[in-house]
Nanobody, 119 residues
């Protein structure tokens, strides 16, 4: 059973930084695309950053230049470094592991971690 466990959320002031972590259990995730998503109250869940199994990264326009996704294969960890945080970044952030073959059986989500940006 694949499990994803996020950590690192919290309260931060505008302009501050946070690093989210996602621990992946139960699989070797080198054949997964790893993504960070977020969902703000009353809004749909949206993709924030994606790291493909082929080593390419993609970012939502709203976070380009501020957020960085990375993975540590040896530790089975994925990270999201968030800098210059804004109030509009406030949301629950979710980690997702999606098999690079697109198989529905290889699509897993974490439970989410709250990020609140406020003074």
């Amino acid at each position: 059973q694949v499990q994803l466990v996020e950590s690192g959320g919290g309260l931060v002031q505008p302009g501050g930084s946070l690093r989210l972590s996602c621990a992946v259990f139960g699989t070797i995730f080198s054949t997964y695309n790893m993504g960070w998503y977020r969902q703000a109250p009353g809004k749909q869940r949206e993709l924030v950053a994606l790291d493909t199994s082929g080593g390419r990264s993609h970012y939502a326009d709203s976070v380009k230049g501020r957020f960085t996704i990375s993975r540590d294969v040896a530790k089975n960890m994925v990270y999201l470094q968030m800098n210059s945080l804004k109030a509009e970044d406030t949301a629950v952030y979710f980690c997702r592991a999606q098999g690079d073959d697109g198989a529905p059986s290889r699509d897993f989500w974490g439970q989410g971690t709250q990020v609140t940006v406020s003074s």
